[in-house]
């Protein structure tokens, strides 16, 4: 036994050694300031117009999502008695090697110019996205991979994730500013597939026995998770957007979704689950519910009371997902869904991208005004319908569903 944990133990320090040297030799031969970071490197062959513009480093958004994407969803993992502060550690790393990789990868894909890759503001955003879908799939998995197994998961899953976004983006002209499909969803069924590919049937006694030590459990986690949640999630919604003037749409939005679900969660929790007061876990994952439900919608007009209702469905899916999907995904599926982010994740990304694809069809001058050019930028100069894009916005759910599952069961 004792062999055994050393040669685990070497063999982890054997992978880092050998994946941060692979990055710190590509940061090397290709990763260079973006022009619009320092105006004294930018050569001729760049535009460098916009030179000064780069103010996302100084913008509260650039530190809000960091937080979210280190607190929010390094201690929605560590709820868990039987893991605890252990699974934060590993968010941590892997955290520490998917910003570095994806930064790489997106760069490559996104923004690969001169056989350079550069870097500002939006490539952090972006790969701090990209991070997050990772500890998403991480939630799905957790207690039945180890360190290495999920530095591997990470290796694939950026670079999977990362074509998901260049397709729909950049091929597609998806709007996904707050990554309904491209962070939730992918990350939730990515990490369903590598979870039922490793099914182990001797933990599903194991993990109902964690599930009832989740009750006895103090909540410390859960607290601190959703008030970083609370705090941060508006911010990490509307990071991405590629205007300010979208932002106030994307903060509100955000914010009264965020309300709904929770409201949600009060009221529907004591009826199936018998308790006068929900635990600080369910009250964590309606937050995360209706902050996943505004991420394709949350720069469109969805209005007040759309938003409203948007949560408050995404908190009741999550909790009936709990008390009865969850069940069936274990008995019939052969799925272990650790922390439930099919519940959290998965089906709010998807009535996420559901509802963006509503929207997106009143895109027109008349409703959205000046922001139907930044939001829709094809509708505007004529080269879709609002139908059109729509129906692109609809495609994009299957397609994202398609990579995730097969790059799960690959990874798997």
């Known amino acids: 036994m004792p062999e055994h944990k050393g040669a685990s133990r070497l063999r982890l320090s054997g992978l880092c050694f050998l994946l941060q040297i692979l990055n710190i030799l590509l940061f090397a031969a290709f990763v260079r300031y973006s022009p619009e970071s320092s105006s004294s490197l930018c050569s001729p062959q760049l535009n460098c117009s916009h030179r000064h513009q780069d103010s996302g480093f100084q913008h509260p958004r650039f530190r809000d999502v960091h937080l979210q994407v280190l607190l929010g969803f390094g201690l929605l993992v560590a709820f868990l008695g039987h893991y605890g502060p252990g699974s934060v550690a590993l968010s941590i790393l892997i955290l520490s090697f998917s910003l570095q990789w994806a930064l790489l990868i997106q760069g490559f894909l996104f923004s690969f110019l001169n056989g350079k890759i550069y870097v500002g503001a939006r490539s952090m955003f972006s790969a701090d996205f990209c991070t997050a879908a990772v500890l998403i799939s991480t939630g799905a998995v957790l207690g039945r991979v180890n360190p290495v197994q999920l530095l591997l998961l990470a290796l694939?899953?950026?670079?999977?994730?990362?074509?998901?976004?260049?397709?729909?983006?950049?091929?597609?002209?998806?709007?996904?500013?707050?990554?309904?499909?491209?962070?939730?969803?992918f990350g939730a069924y990515f990490g369903l597939m590598v979870s039922r590919i490793l099914h182990q049937p001797h933990l599903d006694k194991?993990?109902?026995?964690?599930?009832?030590?989740?009750?006895?459990?103090?909540?410390?986690?859960?607290?601190?998770g959703t008030i970083y949640l609370w705090i941060f999630w508006p911010s990490f919604t509307s990071a991405t957007t590629v205007h300010d003037n979208v932002e106030p749409w994307a903060v509100l939005n955000t914010y009264f979704s965020?309300?709904?679900?929770?409201?949600?969660?009060?009221?529907?929790?004591?009826?199936?689950?018998?308790?006068?007061?929900?635990?600080?876990?369910?009250?964590?994952?309606?937050?995360?519910?209706?902050?996943?439900?505004?991420?394709m919608a949350g720069e469109m007009l969805v209005t007040p009371f759309g938003a409203l209702l948007a949560g408050f469905l995404a908190g009741l899916i999550s909790l009936l997902g709990f008390r009865f999907f969850t069940p069936v995904l274990c008995s019939r599926l052969k799925i272990q869904d650790t922390c439930g982010v099919h519940n959290v994740h998965g089906l709010p990304g998807i009535l996420g991208a559901l509802l963006g694809t509503l929207l997106t069809l009143l895109a027109t001058a008349d409703t959205f005004g000046d922001r139907l050019e930044i939001v829709f930028p094809l509708v505007a100069e004529g080269s879709r319908t609002a139908a059109d894009q729509a129906f692109f916005q609809l495609c994009a759910l299957p397609l994202t569903l398609l990579l995730a599952t097969l790059g799960g069961c690959l990874t798997g």
């Open 206 to 224: 194991r993990k109902r026995e964690e599930q009832q030590d989740v009750r006895h459990q103090p909540d410390v986690f859960a607290v601190v």
């Open 258 to 295: 965020l309300v709904a679900s929770t409201m949600a969660t009060f009221i529907l929790s004591p009826v199936l689950y018998e308790e006068t007061i929900p635990r600080m876990v369910q009250i964590q994952d309606a937050t995360l519910a209706g902050a996943a439900v505004m991420g």
């Open 156 to 185: 694939l899953e950026v670079t999977l994730c990362t074509l998901n976004e260049y397709v729909l983006l950049s091929l597609m002209g998806v709007r996904d500013s707050g990554h309904s499909l491209t962070l939730h969803t």
